[in-house]
């Protein structure tokens, strides 16, 4: 995944949403700028690229989910084995 700044309409086009990606597609949501303020580019009196490049020369990888992976593995071998569908509670 790519880097990314996105400026998003947030409330009734008056408000704009800014979050800045990083190479991992984590989202680091800076905070909300209004209409009349767009033109400065700016949060917490600071630029938005500035706070783009602070989070991005401080990535981290994000560590792999070893239990959510573990459970997926299993929902999924319950599926080929067809034991998570037609039973009679229905909560399949």
Same mark, same amino acid.
């Given at each position: ?10 409330? $009734? ?12 597609? !984590?989202e ?29 020369? $401080? ?15 299993? !929902?999924?071998?319950?599926?080929q ?12």
């Amino acid at each position: 995944m790519s880097r990314e700044i996105k400026i998003t309409t947030y409330e $009734n086009n008056t408000v704009y949403s800014v979050s800045v990606f990083d190479s991992y597609g !984590i989202e680091h949501h800076l905070g909300y700028i209004d209409v009349n303020d767009i033109d400065r580019l700016k949060i917490h009196d600071r630029s938005i690229a500035s706070h783009a490049h602070e989070i991005w020369s $401080n990535e981290v990888e994000p560590e792999e989910n070893l239990l959510g992976n573990a459970i997926a593995e299993c !929902i999924e071998i319950d599926k080929q084995a067809g034991i998570t569908s037609g039973n009679r509670d229905g909560l399949d």
